[in-house]
């Protein structure tokens, strides 16, 4: 990790849609999400696209619904396990929308946001688990305030609105990887 918040090996895409966080030490809660675009396809270019506000609305129907929002993450990690962070962690991503964990809103404030290439019917693959249990060792061991119990999904923090990381989202492979239970 870089003293600016960059992720050592990841690829650096910086996005337009981030601020500066109210509290920069105030890092800890970190939100899983899942992206596909279009909905339930994977590859292309269109992740980054959306997060670096390029998204071609004629490139797909579904487009012409999105192109307009301005929205990132801190980071994506995608089906081959490579991972591209938008970004820097001491920065505000907008990922979260409404939300509130814990009792406190506005989780963009004080939340890291990951995003995975996938949807809520398609399974996630090993590659993916394995580097983001190996994210996430990295962002706990970066930011004290972050802990296993507050590592959320989006539906957990957006009940009724968001469904993400969705059902097929592994929570008890992840967490197992997390500890070092068992390998990826």
């Not at 992720?7 to 981030?18: E, I, V």
């Not at 991972?83 to 979260?96: C, D, L, N, S």
């Not at 995975?116 to 706990?140: I, N």
Request: aromatic share 10%.
């Amino acid at each position: 990790m870089s003293p600016q918040g960059w992720l050592a090996g990841a690829r650096p895409l910086p996005s337009p849609n981030q601020d500066e966080r109210p509290d920069p030490q105030d890092i800890s809660l970190l939100v899983i999400h899942n992206i596909s675009l279009p909905p339930d396809r994977f590859g292309g270019p269109w992740i980054d696209a959306l997060f670096t506000n390029s998204l071609d609305p004629g490139a797909h129907p579904y487009f012409e619904t999105i192109h307009q929002l301005r929205v990132s993450a801190h980071l994506c990690i995608f089906r081959d396990g490579r991972v591209t962070q938008y970004v820097p962690f001491g920065r505000r991503a907008w990922h979260a929308g409404v939300s509130r964990f814990e009792g406190r809103e506005r989780c963009n404030d004080f939340s890291i946001g990951i995003e995975l290439e996938g949807c809520d019917s398609k399974p996630f693959t090993a590659k993916q688990y394995a580097r983001l249990a190996r994210v996430t060792r990295a962002l706990l061991a970066a930011y004290p305030r972050l802990a296993p119990e507050r590592i959320a999904g989006h539906s957990d923090i957006a009940p009724g609105r968001k469904t993400d990381p969705g059902p097929c989202f592994d929570w008890v492979r992840y967490r197992a990887l997390l500890a070092g239970r068992v390998r990826a």
